[in-house]
């Protein structure tokens, strides 16, 4: 394995990816580098982290905007001297606590909780039928990760349709990854484990320098 250091990706295509001067040949790149918020913070005028997430006050509002709320990925909240992660959960749970709110004020009701994130783990799908599950004292990988990763994100998933369609989408590409060759979603994991699809890999580490 070989890391670099101190440069930038700035092209990625599906032969490979460019990386200062050197282009480099690959079938697999992983991006962890985070993502950009989107511009709202900029519309708003909102003061924002580097990545461009608003930074929200402990009732998730824009300070001086007690009428603004920011959730999910474009917010940045702090709890505990840390910002939470740009997951799926604090998305989830930020709307619900701002629903709560809403609901209190129309009502007359003053709410005068502070927005509480409860960890409730981490999921990740690393081939097209193994994920990592840490949950409280769950902690399983492989196929019986993946199948608790599947039904965990339909329970969370709004209305039975969108349940049903992406069940189906999921049985679909269960089924198709046995007619295929190579995977399209792994990562390598800190000891050698028999992956299904295991690809050869050559690690950029802080690109971002
Ligand atoms: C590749 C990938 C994999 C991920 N995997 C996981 C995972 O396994 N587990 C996990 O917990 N999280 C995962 N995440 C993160 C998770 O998807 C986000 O944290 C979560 O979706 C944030 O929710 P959100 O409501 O803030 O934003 P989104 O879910 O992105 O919703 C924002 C919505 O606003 C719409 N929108 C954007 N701009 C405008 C506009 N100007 N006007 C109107 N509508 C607009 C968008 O189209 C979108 O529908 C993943 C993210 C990525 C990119």
Redesign the pocket.
């Known amino acids: 394995m070989e890391i670099i250091k101190g440069v930038h990706v700035t092209e990625l295509d599906e032969h490979g990816v460019q990386v200062g001067d050197e282009y480099i040949e690959t079938d697999n790149a992983f991006w962890l580098a985070g993502?950009k918020a989107?511009p709202a913070g900029e519309w708003l005028g909102a003061e924002v982290d580097r990545g461009g997430r608003v930074k929200v006050q402990s009732d998730l509002t824009v300070p001086g905007h007690p009428n603004i709320f920011v959730?999910?990925?474009?917010a940045c909240v702090m709890q505990d001297g840390k910002p939470l992660p740009?997951?799926?959960?604090?998305?989830i749970q930020g709307?619900h606590y701002v629903a709560k709110v809403i609901a209190d004020r129309i009502a007359g009701r003053e709410h005068r909780e502070a927005f509480k994130y409860v960890d409730k783990g981490s999921?990740?799908?690393v081939g097209r039928t193994y994920a990592v599950v840490e949950s409280g004292p769950i902690h399983t990988v492989g196929f019986f990760g993946f199948v608790m990763w599947v039904f965990l994100h339909l329970y969370y998933l709004i209305g039975y349709r969108s349940r049903v369609q992406v069940l189906l989408t999921y049985f679909l590409g269960y089924f198709s990854a046995f007619r295929r060759k190579g995977g399209s979603r792994i990562i390598m994991l800190g000891r050698r484990q028999a992956i299904p699809d295991y690809p050869q890999a050559r690690t950029l580490d802080k690109t971002t320098g």
Do not use: F, Y
């Open positions: 993502v989107s959730i999910g990925d474009t740009g997951v799926a959960q604090p998305a709307g999921m990740a799908v």
